[in-house]
Each structure stands twice: as C-alpha cells, then as structure tokens.
C-alpha cells in the first residue's frame, strides 16, 4: 500500500504538486486531485499570495443561510481505514470569535453513510482567541474537544485509525506541533469508520457566525492526506 496519497499544495495546483517552485502560478480554480469545488451560499477563491512561501492560497467564505457552504472536495481516499491529514488555515479575520460562533472547516465521510468519521470546526472562545475543534465518530457516541490556535498561519494535522490495519484504533491531532510522539490530545477509539471523500473549507456556520462573519474569509493552503506516515511541517 502506498504510504503517500497525496501532498498537494493549493497554490500549485495542476503544475508539481509541491511547494517550492519558482515558477508557479495560481490556477482559476482548483484542479485534480481535487475533483470538485462546492459552493452555495458561499466562495471560494485562489488568491496569492500562499501561506509558509507558497505562490497562493484558497480563501472561502459563508455568504448565505445556515446551510451555506463553500469548499473543495477530494476523492482521492478509498475506504481508508487509517486517515491522516493536515493543512494551514488563517481566521485571522474572524475578528471577536463567540463561544456560539462557529462553523465546519473540515469533513470526512464515508461512501458506507452515517455519521462522518471526523469533523473539524472553527471556534471563539468570547475573548478574541480561536480554537480548531474536532469532532470523531465512536461506537454510536463521539469525542469532542478543542485546541486553541494563533494568529497568521496554523499548522492543523490529524490522524484518525480505526485500528483495522494497525490494531490501534486512535484519534490524535497537532496544532502547530512538529514532534509526532507528542499529540495535542490523543485517544482510543472503537470504530469501524473509513474515510472515502475529504471537504476542505467553511460549512454550516451557527446563527452567531452567520449574523456576524458572513462574508468573511478564511484562508487554506498545503492540503496533504496520507494513510500511515507523520506529517509535519
């Protein structure tokens, strides 16, 4: 099994792939591996320049209901039963973050139905600080909880295991952490969850979002999926 599903940096998508080239430029609009871009009620638009000296960077925003939503999907995964991800968002402009504001930036699902194997939403804290919650499907109930972002750029990485391959079913995540022994928060879990299809962007924001942030960008770069190796940045 390939180690590597994807590293995918959206300021060079359809060029190489990786960040780091000098002659990279921004595509209109998001291309393979991401196969489709998901809006209603929302945008979402490549603009340089990138996050960490990547070219550019994806900016969406909710502009609609409580259903709006505005994201790129990725069908790369096939029934993954060990799913690792990570990616730099900036909400630098979610200025004043309620407790009761928040929306998606992230979802799994699975082709098999029910609930999503994962979820990650974008919190206030009613002080002016941010965190990035998560939300992981277990044996019918979830683990729910949060990690507390900066300002600019934060590096997000998860690792969601079923255990089926591994015989390790756990769930761990880093926020601006580099050291892979040492997870913001890690846990076991029982399920037999496998990730087909990964939404990256703003979805579903609560009736305090709405009635304060629509309209309002955030911002995504270096979108990298694997099945079984650490991240990092």
Same mark, same amino acid.
Request: glycine fraction near 12%.
């Given at each position: 099994?390939?180690? $590597?599903? $994807?590293?995918? *940096?959206?300021?060079?998508?359809?060029?190489?792939?990786?960040?780091?080239? /000098?002659?990279?430029?921004? !595509?209109?609009? !998001?291309? !393979?591996?991401?196969?489709?871009? *998901? /809006?209603?009620? #929302? =945008?979402?638009?490549?603009?340089?320049?990138?996050?960490? /000296?990547?070219?550019?960077?994806?900016?969406?925003?909710?502009?609609?209901?409580? =259903?709006?939503?505005?994201?790129?999907?990725?069908?790369?995964?096939?029934?993954?039963?060990?799913?690792r991800a990570s990616f730099i968002i900036n909400a630098d402009n979610l200025t004043n973050l309620g407790l009761v504001s928040a929306a998606y930036i @992230?979802?799994?699902?699975?082709?098999?139905? #029910?609930?999503?194997?994962?979820?990650?939403s974008i919190i206030g804290d009613g002080a002016g600080g941010r965190f990035v919650s998560y939300n992981v499907s277990t044996s019918g109930t979830a683990v729910v909880g949060s990690v507390a972002l900066t300002a600019g750029e934060n590096h997000v990485e998860f690792d969601l295991d079923n255990g089926s391959v591994s015989g390790t079913p756990h769930f761990s995540i880093w926020v601006n952490n580099n050291v892979e #022994?040492?997870?913001? @928060?890690? =846990?076991?879990?029982?399920?037999?969850?496998?990730?087909?299809?990964? @939404?990256?962007?703003?979805?579903? #924001?609560?009736?305090d979002y709405l009635a304060n942030f629509t309209g309002t960008t955030v911002g995504f770069d270096q979108f990298d999926s694997r099945r079984s190796t650490f991240i990092g940045f």
């Amino acid at each position: 099994m390939n180690t $590597k599903m $994807k590293v995918l *940096a959206l300021a060079l998508l359809g060029l190489v792939g990786y960040a780091g080239s /000098a002659a990279a430029s921004c !595509p209109s609009s !998001p291309v !393979p591996p991401w196969t489709a871009v *998901a /809006a209603l009620g #929302g =945008t979402a638009t490549i603009v340089a320049p990138g996050y960490a /000296a990547t070219a550019c960077h994806l900016d969406t925003a909710i502009t609609g209901d409580a =259903t709006g939503f505005a994201t790129v999907q990725d069908d790369t995964p096939t029934a993954e039963p060990r799913y690792r991800a990570s990616f730099i968002i900036n909400a630098d402009n979610l200025t004043n973050l309620g407790l009761v504001s928040a929306a998606y930036i @992230f979802t799994a699902t699975s082709a098999a139905g #029910g609930n999503p194997p994962i979820s990650l939403s974008i919190i206030g804290d009613g002080a002016g600080g941010r965190f990035v919650s998560y939300n992981v499907s277990t044996s019918g109930t979830a683990v729910v909880g949060s990690v507390a972002l900066t300002a600019g750029e934060n590096h997000v990485e998860f690792d969601l295991d079923n255990g089926s391959v591994s015989g390790t079913p756990h769930f761990s995540i880093w926020v601006n952490n580099n050291v892979e #022994g040492s997870p913001d @928060f890690t =846990t076991a879990i029982t399920s037999t969850g496998t990730v087909d299809t990964a @939404f990256l962007g703003l979805a579903t #924001g609560t009736p305090d979002y709405l009635a304060n942030f629509t309209g309002t960008t955030v911002g995504f770069d270096q979108f990298d999926s694997r099945r079984s190796t650490f991240i990092g940045f």
